[in-house]
């Protein structure tokens, strides 16, 4: 008799809320400071641990984002949230820091036509300015993380070798740091790749931590997400109402809706800490603060949960 294979998953992860930086950075209309707050207050309340919640560049580049230190500042008594910020250069780092973050994110692409579009520099040149960023940060005592944005796929070169990205997590090895967050920036990664490339980063380099950063262009991200969790990831970032994208990578949309995976992986019995119920109500909130979503099955569908009354029997109805 054929025995079932069973699937051997995490038992607990941890959700970092990207939409306060990923999903705002995209939208064209001006969203009031004391909006972005309000949304991060309301989100606070839900269980989240961990959040993106803004990026220091220079604002002409994100114009969006201009009030970076304005809301990172009001914010400061969420406590129970550790937040983290995205910066391009020593510069945005300093601003970062002076505000009240405690945790840095480092921008990097894993090819030099995506650096180019969005840093104006090729990759290695990039990578090299990451120095006097943990300098900084380490006088401040300021954790430091790295990414690698079209990890799995570029819209300009295509799917990338596994031998780039290892190089590139070499370096990053060198430099001291020990995190590492992977973005499928554009959603043209696939189970099979994910899992492979994910098998083989980690055992070539057991000491890092690496996470997942899932784009939902094309329907992949909730099953690039199993294949993940299948290889022991255990840290994801995701956007409530699936807002976000990258104004440096054409056809890039919103990341994989965090309500989608906070139902997803308690579906399967993987503990999340948020509430869900409260997650989809703050999604909504946003829904229709903005005018739109960027893809919510939850918002669409509801949770399984969330049943309906009974038909009446045929015989009833005929009666």
């Not at 931590?209 to 784009?215: K, Y």
Request: proline share 4%; aromatic share 4%; charged share 20%.
């Amino acid at each position: 008799m054929s025995r079932l294979l069973e699937m051997t998953l995490p038992a607990k992860v941890t959700i970092c809320e990207v939409a306060p930086r990923d999903g705002f950075q995209m939208e064209k209309e001006w969203i009031p400071t004391e909006e972005k707050i309000r949304i991060i207050r309301e989100l606070a309340k839900t269980g989240i641990q961990s959040m993106e919640i803004t990026s220091f560049v220079h604002p002409r580049a994100i114009p969006q984002l201009r009030d970076a230190e304005e809301v990172v500042k009001s914010v400061q008594d969420l406590t129970s949230i550790k937040f983290r910020a995205l910066v391009p250069n020593v510069r945005g780092a300093q601003r970062a820091i002076d505000a009240g973050i405690k945790k840095l994110k480092l921008m990097l692409s894993a090819t030099d036509s995506h650096s180019l579009s969005n840093a104006n520099c090729l990759v290695e040149e990039a990578q090299n300015g990451f120095a006097p960023i943990i300098e900084l940060a380490e006088k401040h005592r300021v954790k430091v993380g790295g990414s690698i944005s079209v990890a799995f796929g570029c819209p300009y070169e295509g799917k990338v070798r596994l031998e780039r990205i290892v190089s590139i997590v070499e370096r990053y090895t060198t430099m001291g740091i020990d995190e590492i967050s992977l973005a499928d920036t554009t959603g043209m990664a696939n189970p099979k790749q994910v899992f492979e490339m994910l098998g083989h980063l980690k055992s070539s380099f057991p000491q890092m931590t690496f996470s997942m950063h899932l784009h939902n262009t094309r329907g992949m991200a909730l099953a690039n997400a199993v294949a993940a969790l299948q290889q022991g990831i255990v840290h994801f970032d995701s956007s409530i109402a699936g807002l976000g994208g990258c104004p440096y990578a054409p056809g890039a949309s919103g990341n994989i809706a965090s309500e989608d995976l906070v139902h997803s992986l308690e579906e399967m019995g993987i503990d999340t800490g948020i509430n869900l119920e409260a997650l989809i109500k703050v999604a909504n909130d946003v829904k229709h603060s903005l005018g739109h979503d960027g893809g919510s099955y939850m918002l669409q569908a509801g949770p399984c949960s969330q049943l309906h009354m009974k038909p009446e029997s045929q015989e009833k109805i005929e009666q």
